[in-house]
């Protein structure tokens, strides 16, 4: 359970810190995404202790969908704003996504230790 605490209070933090740069600086990205790029430099730097943050982080993963609705629900609200530009959103909808999904997919290959496959079991012969 204090597994769990220490690793939400460091990803509060991090969302803090990102929060506060964004404030203080003045940029034009959410504080969300600036929290994240600290997390991921963070954790490369071996800053903080991983197994807390992924106690605290595996459960939210289970309610991702709950916290990205309010941003989906809001955009049926500027629906009238995208009236005659709904093929440059639904391009822009899927080339993100693929973009977002081939990254990934990239960054796994990249991140993850290539070790030796494991070979299937043979079928003895009869």
């Not at 955009?75 to 081939?102: E, H, I, K, N």
Request: contains cysteine.
């Amino acid at each position: 359970m204090i597994a769990l605490l220490r690793g939400f209070l460091w990803l509060t933090g991090v969302w803090l810190a990102g929060e506060t740069l964004v404030v203080l600086l003045d940029l034009p990205v959410s504080a969300g995404v600036v929290g994240m790029l600290l997390m991921t430099a963070l954790l490369m730097l071996r800053i903080g202790r991983l197994d807390d943050i992924a106690a605290a982080g595996q459960p939210l993963i289970g309610l991702l969908a709950m916290l990205i609705m309010p941003g989906v629900v809001g955009v049926f609200f500027l629906a009238d704003d995208f009236a005659g530009q709904w093929l440059a959103v639904a391009v822009a909808l899927m080339g993100g996504t693929l973009a977002s999904v081939l990254t990934t997919l990239l960054l796994m290959r990249r991140c993850m230790p290539s070790g030796p496959e494991p070979e299937t079991p043979k079928e003895p012969r009869s």
